[in-house]
């Protein structure tokens, strides 16, 4: 199939691309009162975001050191990184970044060591490996934001196979569990637990990835991730409908990285709806490209609140 070979160097920067937030914002309810809290939530939504896609986005690095083949849009395996596999025979692989990613958007370093589980290999199915987070910073160049990763995340390939040999109607999941210590740019310093599985599907020359949590806690279903936010409350983010966003060998497609889905963040100040896949006016899409997505909430005034963001 033609379409195969460029599939074998798609997931890593696109999954990167599929979660990331939009910076383009619409108020319909602007700030009148000092009980508005638009900007916290968008905060909370943002920050809860970009966790996630960059922990994804070193889960992806490290299938790509696993395998040994480039899953990146870039002609080297990682850009602007150093694989150390000298110890792979004894079960350890490093990464160590030090520069620009692949799509010219964010800036990286530190290291992350991935410990293999040396009795299976990585395409059997149940085999799993560790990824240690050693001072992972990433910031974002657009606006000089930053994140900085120390933890440790546990992957399990559930039903085996790799995202270089996908094929077709044969899915790849990954089951994550993990808990980090992030710290943000203004110094804010959490602990977030992390509990998703990513499924990967292919259909002709369409990967679909599948985002949800599956666990409960706090008395909350399908929690994907939780902790305390900036604000030091506790979080749970419940994915009410998991996040499904198309990968396509064909980078020029509008429709690329745009996911559909519902999450609610319980806790956080208030509950918030965050609807992804939805046009200008907020209206879930059925067809076509999605413009963005909103939150939705209920403000300390009892006021209903609402803001679109683009992808």
Known sequence: MKTKGFLKILIAAAILGTFYTGCKKSDT???TTSTDDSQTQQQSASDQLQAENESNQSIDDANTALNGTSTTRSSSLITNATIDSSMKAMGMITITYSGTSADGTRSRSGTISIQIDTTKKWHTAGATVTITFNNYKVTRLSNNKSITFNGTHTITNVNGGTLATIATNTPVVHKIRGNDTITFDDGTQRTWSVARTRTFNLVGATITVTLSGDTTVGGHTNVAMWGKNRANEDFYVSTTTPLTANVVDNSSSPCLF??????????????????YGVNQSGVAVTSGCPYGYKLNWINAAGTAKQVIIAY
């Open 29 to 31: 309810t602007p700030a």
């Open 258 to 275: 745009k996911p559909i889905g519902v999450r609610v963040f319980y806790g956080a100040l208030r509950t918030l709806t965050v609807t």
